[in-house]
């Protein structure tokens, strides 16, 4: 997170045509290359033919199908030794359709947030320990906060991250830090487990989340989880300033304008608009 100072080896011989890479990433390259081409044709592939028509080594080429279809990225015909593309496409195929599902449904809440704050708002995901930033609406003046879509951050340093995870269940959590002592970003950052769970206590109890400098210091943000009909933390809505331009009066009516969008946005997903119903954890 930033503050804008606005305060803001040779490849194969037929290997098809791609950007410049460094060796080290040249095998991501090549994988890539191989589901592209399986991807591409009308029919099965042997690994024969992936070899020869990426103008690859025969091992190189072994290497690279069996690792993919390992992780089922491809998947093998036991007869005919073909592969086609496996299920594990299709997995990352729904994971990428539900992200632009959930930015098309959250765009007129984050506009009309933006509009009321004139700050930065941001659309988050939960993935893993990590908060994924997807989509964003920019502050209007000359200092704002700076998350360009695709930026990763801790979680539990977040309070995109904290809304989400206090709507996870307890088993849950315990899978994603199953240490007693966590990362501090900046001193303020919650630095252990159990501070965490009280942190996340007091989140429920709400229906939103704070970070107050513990992402990066001279930071303040609010944020608010989206729920599927489950009750399952799909995303979060936020709203960033620095810390300096927040008063009391406007940071009371921005948490509750991003706890309604993000309310607004859970009701088009089916989870109940019932103030009660906010903040009820996902089914165990």
């Known amino acids: 997170m930033k503050q804008s100072g606005q305060q803001n ?6 290997e098809r045509s791609t950007p410049v890479r460094s060796a080290r990433v040249r095998s991501a390259w090549r994988a890539l290359a191989v589901l592209e081409l399986v991807a591409d044709s009308p029919q099965a592939l042997t690994l024969t033919e992936i070899a020869s028509d990426l103008g690859l080594p025969p091992s190189t080429a072994h290497g690279l199908v069996g690792t993919l279809a390992d992780a089922a990225y491809l998947q093998r015909d036991k007869d005919s030794l073909r592969y086609r593309l496996g299920p594990g496409l299709g997995k990352l195929a729904a994971a990428f359709r539900a992200q632009v599902d959930l930015i098309m449904l959250a765009g007129p809440a984050m506009d009309r947030l933006q509009e009321a704050t004139g700050e930065t708002v941001s659309l988050t995901v939960l993935q893993g320990d990590e908060i994924l930033f997807i989509d964003k609406r920019t502050a209007n003046g000359q200092i704002q906060v700076v998350n360009p879509i695709g930026t990763r951050l801790p979680a539990h340093a977040t309070g995109s991250g ?6 996870l269940p307890d088993e849950a959590l315990r899978r994603l830090y199953p240490h007693p002592a966590m990362p501090q970003r900046t001193p303020l950052t919650l ?6 769970e009280s942190a996340l206590k007091v989140v429920r109890g709400h229906g939103y989340a704070l970070d107050e400098e513990e992402s990066e210091v001279g930071v303040w943000a609010a944020a608010s989880a989206i729920q599927d009909a489950s009750g399952f933390p799909v995303g979060a809505l936020s709203v960033f300033a620095p810390i300096f331009l927040v008063h009391a009066s406007e940071s009371a009516d921005w948490i509750q304008r ?3 969008g993000a ?4 009701s088009l997903l089916g989870f109940p608009r019932a103030d009660s119903d906010r903040g009820r954890r996902a089914d165990r």
């Open 9 to 14: 080896g040779e490849e194969g011989k037929g």
């Open 162 to 167: 904290k809304a989400m995870l206090a709507l």
């Open 191 to 196: 630095a252990s487990r159990q501070a965490l």
């Open 258 to 260: 991003v706890s309604e």
């Open 263 to 266: 309310a607004e946005v859970s």
